[in-house]
């Protein structure tokens, strides 16, 4: 049966409410807030603030703790990638399934479940002193949100990588292999370029949620370290400044676009040269 | 004799406890134009890609001018391959593609230009240099694939199937310019395919596999004309195989009628099979021929007519371009000479494929 327009056009509105309502609607009363001061009037400062050294502290070291857990994702996702494609069909589903099963328990549950491991008192110290050997000092350290970072966002690391090295024909390795490359340069001229697209959609992946996180680190990194997104929460949460919190997550919102913007040119330009 | 290149010495080889090649023996000659001819499943690629270096036999060893090469890898071997599926690098231009092999051997910038203008020109595709391989149809592709593998002057070029992703029209052109080709660059060409055809049009020397071992190797005159066993004749072309008795030398019992034929040394009254081409059976008039029937069936093929006759309880497929109405009587003319005698197949991969079909 032919669609007409006006069936249509009813059968999106759903999906055009859906928009309006909890897309278009908070995101400009994010821009609304961000751009006034508490009397209603026009003002820069909430975005400025961004400048001031605690505010341009908390993002960068928002920035630096994504880039090691996206860049430590990336260093496991891809061997394992690598080793799934190469695997038969039915040990992959299973390899896949158990790195996906933590993703079906709450998000919160798993992250505090690395607080109970990494606790002065807790799991691991207690194996580590029951062997008579030194603690571990680690909760609420950068390398706890770190590795609450990997644990977390692994899997949305190892996907795409894994379905773009599975789509790597068999014969184009072996193209390469016959036109003279030893395995290492099969895999830095045409392995690794081939699978660009998928790093780059499993960096983004990655990235972007660890550094907009706050449930992470203030979990895991306790009150003491204050990433760009526990800055925010707070704003909104325990400051009511819902201003200064819009317009900083403004400018969060801006800098996540220039990445996506940036790596998406430089895949494009993968593709064609 | 031309000198021999490769030579694969009582190669074997099983997947997954599956015997895919059995004790294979096979000399290549330099500068052959050899075709690896079979069904699916006969081995044919697996022999290919034993040559090129992509799987280890699990028994006998594979010499390449007077070496042993059986260990060696790919990358070290002096042959490149052309693939089924193109395998081109979709991450780099058509100039790239071709240029890779060059650039992993550190020739000069300068040598490594010539080398991709001589090629393209060489495949017909001057001007691409610098467009991707998905924009480009699959001929084109396919020509690209081939131009990246000659630039690094291997002595031997390895097809598989390299043409059966095309349509029947592009097909045709690309077997001639294949031709063109291995006599413009004087090397080794082995191709693998499954369409007879494509191998009868290209080759000097026709390999005809079946269930990983070779049935019969020689030149396509002598595949078509003297199949050596019914797999072979009716794998090659369409063909009458009728169970017979050679009464004796140059004497065949077919279907109760004794036909002279120039075939001897199979015995007397030993039962054998007898294949005769479909265009070498001659319809006559009623009375002047060997054995009479009735034309069953006529359709019209454009070079020539195809024609069932039953004769003595065996549909026999005629071609010719005197048409027999169908329901007429006629009678069947075989000349000697074209009746060729077979041994009956003494395994299962002797057998004719599906003595039905055709």
Not at chain 2, 157 to 162: A, G, K, S, T, V
């Amino acid at each position: 049966m032919p669609i007409n327009r006006k069936t249509s056009r009813l059968l999106n509105s759903p999906y055009v409410a859906w928009a309006v309502i909890f897309i278009i609607v908070p995101l400009f009363m994010v821009f609304y807030y961000g751009f006034t001061d508490d009397s209603g009037s026009f003002t820069f400062d909430n975005v400025a603030a961004i400048a001031s050294p605690e505010h341009m502290h908390s993002l960068l070291l928002a920035v630096a703790l994504s880039v090691v857990s996206t860049v430590i994702c990336f260093i496991l996702a891809y061997p394992l990638g690598m080793i799934l494609a190469r695997n038969k069909a039915s040990n992959r589903s299973m390899i896949i399934t158990l790195f996906i099963l933590p993703m079906w328990m709450n998000f919160l549950l798993r992250t505090l479940a690395w607080m109970t491991l990494l606790e002065n008192k807790g799991v691991i110290n207690g194996v580590l002193d029951f062997l008579h050997l030194p603690g571990i000092n680690i909760i609420n350290t950068p390398a706890a949100i770190v590795i609450g970072m990997v644990y977390n966002f692994l899997p949305f690391m190892i996907l795409p990588i894994y379905n773009s090295l599975s789509s790597i024909d068999d014969s184009v390795i072996f193209a390469a292999r016959d036109l003279g490359a030893d395995s290492k340069q099969t895999f830095f001229k045409v392995t690794l370029p081939l699978t660009v697209p998928g790093i780059i959609s499993g960096v983004t992946m990655v990235f972007i949620p660890a550094l907009t996180t706050f449930a992470i680190s203030t979990m895991l990194g306790g009150s003491k370290i204050l990433l760009i997104g526990n800055v925010i929460e707070q704003e909104f949460t325990l400051s009511y400044d819902w201003n200064l919190g819009s317009g900083l997550s403004i400018v969060l919102m801006v800098f996540i676009i220039i990445n996506i913007v940036v790596s998406s040119i430089s895949d494009k330009k993968g593709e064609e040269s | 004799m031309k000198k021999e290149l490769i030579k694969l010495n009582h190669i074997s080889k099983a997947f997954d406890g599956e015997l895919i090649l059995d004790d294979l023996n096979l000399v290549i000659h330099e500068n052959e134009f050899v075709t690896l001819l079979g069904p699916s499943g006969c081995g044919k690629t697996t022999t290919l890609r034993i040559i090129g270096g992509f799987e280890t036999p699990d028994k006998g060893n594979v010499v390449f001018d007077g070496v042993d090469i059986t260990d060696l890898a790919p990358n070290k071997r002096q042959l490149n391959t052309v693939f089924q599926k193109y395998a081109l690098f979709t991450h780099m231009d058509v100039a790239e593609n071709i240029a890779f092999g060059l650039k992993i051997r550190n020739k000069p910038q300068e040598f490594i230009e010539d080398k991709i203008n001589y090629a393209l020109k060489l495949v017909n595709l001057e001007g691409y240099e610098h467009r991707m391989p998905n924009s480009l149809s699959g001929g084109q592709q396919q020509r690209v694939a081939i131009a990246r593998a000659i630039v690094n002057e291997p002595k031997v070029l390895l097809l598989d199937e390299p043409l059966g992703a095309l349509d029947l029209k592009l097909r045709q052109d690309m077997q001639y310019e294949l031709i063109r080709l291995k006599e413009e660059l004087g090397i080794t060409f082995i191709y693998v395919t499954h369409d007879q055809e494509e191998a009868l049009t290209m080759s000097d020397h026709i390999v005809v596999m079946n269930q990983g071992y070779i049935q019969q190797e020689g030149s396509p005159e002598d595949i078509y004309n003297e199949p050596e066993n019914a797999f072979v004749a009716d794998f090659i072309g369409d063909s009458n195989i009728i169970s017979s008795t050679m009464v004796k030398d140059e004497l065949v019992n077919i279907l109760g009628v004794d036909f002279v034929c120039v075939d001897k040394g199979f015995g007397e009254m030993k039962p054998v099979d007898v294949v005769i081409r479909p265009e070498d059976v001659e319809l006559v008039p009623k009375g002047e021929g060997t054995i009479s029937g009735v034309v069953s069936h006529v359709i019209f093929k454009g070079v020539h007519y195809e024609m069932e006759v039953t004769a003595r309880g065996y549909k026999w497929l005629v071609h010719s371009t005197k048409l027999s109405e169908a329901g007429s009587e006629v009678d069947i003319k075989v000349d000697p000479f074209n009746i060729q005698v077979m041994n009956k197949p003494e395994s299962e991969d002797e057998e004719a494929l599906n003595p039905d079909a055709d």
